[in-house]
């Protein structure tokens, strides 16, 4: 689960900006304790509301997840040289610092980096084992002076420590990418080594935060509509009265699948499918997209280059029937992006979500957070989210430790 974001000359944020998911010693520790999550003798929280006035930075929030996700998988972007706060002259020749805190497996880890971002280059690199007692035990980083070099503190040895070296010495003079991402590149660890600490944490920020922006063009639900899930799809449907009472699948052709997803969103996605399955060594993996104003459901093979078993959904409303997905209003459509979290069947999941309420009545968002209490009251599932509506400022659906506000200043930082 997340524990802390800290970013430091980002978009608007040019000085370092935290947010954390432990609860305040100021909010009495009855109030909603079910939202407190508890790892081994420490709690934090289940929900984090972001508030804020139209450019405010509440989806650079949303957009932080989003480039470090993307910087740790493909290396730092081609348009990073302008993600630097640009509000302020001179603030190109500054670093900027990225770095996420978070638990798997009952451990705790803080890992990071930082850049010149008007260079594209990564600067220093950092993965650190947070100890209960507040101590930090680092595991390894990448720094810049007075030479370019990675250092570990594993104190390995055997085939371990002559792995880790010849990962290190290959990687010396590479720039835009990072260390982390080259020890999971077609490399795995036993599970007793201590290398392995390098296979889980990066599973876990790749895997386990997911991020759902409106400005995507694809967005990968992460949720296959198969006859178990549309059954439970049909159970959750009729609550939110939004006119569909039910669906079923119906076959779909690759042609309609390409004609309504642009083609580098398209290519984007399947690499990404791709890159994933070779990390878990799997053959085959059903995802669910939507754009636009279409949702296709498919499975991608690893040694076929067109996705099989095509299908889209089929809706009825009472006793009306074959109505298409891109039929329904936008507020409809806008739950099945909700579906896809109530129905996953991890238990340890960052659901980051830009407008949440985008399209939706006030109503249906306060249902929505009812039932993903409900889904997740005992695991260490995660919602942070960006909106306006008011209404949910409301003590009955959270904490005061849980709502944020975000401001800019007279400088817009």
């Known amino acids: 689960m997340l524990i802390r974001i800290k970013v430091e000359n980002f978009k608007s944020f040019e000085g370092i900006t935290e947010l954390t998911t432990v609860p305040s010693k100021r909010v009495r520790p009855r109030r909603l304790a079910d939202h407190c999550i508890k790892v081994k003798k420490n709690r934090f929280l289940r929900y984090v509301a972001i508030y804020g006035a139209n450019a405010a930075g509440k989806t650079n929030i949303v957009d932080f997840f989003k480039f470090f996700q993307q910087t740790l998988r493909f290396g730092l972007p ?20 990225f770095e996420i805190q978070f638990s798997v497996n009952g451990n705790f880890y803080a890992y990071g980096f930082s850049a010149l971002l008007s260079e594209r280059r990564i600067t220093s690199e950092w993965l650190v084992k947070l100890e209960a007692n507040g101590n930090s035990n680092p595991i390894y980083e990448l720094v810049s002076s007075p030479v370019r070099q990675v250092r570990e503190y594993l104190k390995l040895e055997g ?15 590479v720039q835009d990418s990072l260390f982390l991402t080259e020890l999971n590149r077609n490399k795995s660890f036993a599970q007793d080594s201590p290398l392995r600490v390098f296979n889980v944490t990066f599973n876990w920020i790749m895997s386990n935060i997911r991020v759902f922006s409106p400005s995507d063009s694809l967005m990968d639900l992460r949720f296959y509509f198969d006859s178990n899930n549309t059954n439970l799809v049909n159970n959750i449907l009729p609550t939110f009265d939004a006119g569909a009472t039910n669906i079923s699948l119906e076959g779909a052709s690759f042609t309609e699948l390409t004609n309504n997803i642009p083609a580098p969103a398209w290519k984007n996605f399947v690499q990404n499918v791709r890159n994933e399955m070779e990390l878990s060594k799997s053959k085959t993996m059903n995802c669910s997209v939507k754009s636009g104003l279409a949702l296709f459901n498919f499975e991608i093979w690893s040694d076929r280059e067109e996705p099989q078993n095509i299908t889209t959904l089929s809706l009825k409303h009472g006793t009306s029937s074959g109505f298409r997905f891109e039929d329904e209003s936008d507020g409809t459509r806008r739950l099945f992006d909700l579906f896809s979290i109530l129905l996953t069947n991890s238990d340890d999941v960052v659901f980051i979500f830009d407008e949440l309420d985008r399209s ?54």
């Not at 081609?78 to 610092?97: A, I, M, P, T």
Request: contains cysteine; hydrophobic residues 30%.
């Open 78 to 97: 081609q348009d990073s040289n302008r993600y630097f706060c640009r509000n302020r002259e001179g603030l190109d020749k500054k670093e900027s610092s």
């Open 159 to 173: 085939n371990d420590s002559t792995r880790f070296k010849t990962y290190a010495s290959d990687f010396a003079n």
């Open 360 to 413: 939706l009545h006030p109503m249906l968002t306060r249902q929505f957070i009812k039932l993903f209490d409900d889904r997740y009251k005992n695991s260490t599932t995660q919602l942070f989210f960006t909106t306006h509506e008011a209404s949910l400022m409301d003590p009955v659906l959270f904490r005061r430790d849980e709502i944020w506000f975000v401001n800019r200043n007279s400088d817009n930082c």
